[in-house]
């Protein structure tokens, strides 16, 4: 484990592989995702606040996982759900990001044709 953020032990598991290449509960439900999120505790994969499901999150207030990262192509930056900001963070086991050949939003063959009306809708008023 290694603690970039100087504020000790901040439970980074740099050794822990990704639990996959999609969201788990996505994947497990038939259902899809915007982008995706790895914890950095235990490398669940899990969909972004985005998506419909917002399983990234779910899976931080249930598990006090407290960082992720993004598991985007070309994306390296980390997300402290305590602080609610962006944070510092080592270079995870790899794979660092889901496969390029992987659409956003994904995976190919779940993604209904009208998703972005979908996505936005479920955003509401506030956004």
């Known amino acids: 484990m290694s603690d970039t953020t100087g504020a000790g032990d901040t439970g980074i598991h740099q050794d822990v592989p990704p639990s996959g290449t999609g969201c788990v509960e996505c994947d497990r439900d038939g259902s899809w995702w915007v982008h995706l ?4 505790t235990c490398g669940h994969i ?3 606040d ?5 399983h990234a999150t779910a899976h931080a207030e249930q598990t006090g996982h407290r960082y ?3 598991f985007e ?4 930056w980390f997300w402290d759900y305590s602080a609610q ?3 510092d963070g080592p270079r995870l086991a790899p794979p ?4 390029d050949s992987q659409p956003v ?3 190919a063959g779940r993604v209904p044709g009208n998703w972005l009306e979908i996505v936005q809708a479920e955003e509401g008023p506030h956004s």
């Open 46 to 48: 899990g969909c972004c």
């Open 105 to 107: 939003p994904g995976p």
């Open 85 to 87: 900001q962006f944070a």
């Open 73 to 76: 192509p070309g994306e390296d």
């Open 50 to 54: 985005d998506s419909i499901n917002r």
């Open 37 to 40: 999120r790895r914890c950095a």
């Open 96 to 99: 660092t990001s889901r496969p």
């Open 68 to 70: 992720i990262q993004s």
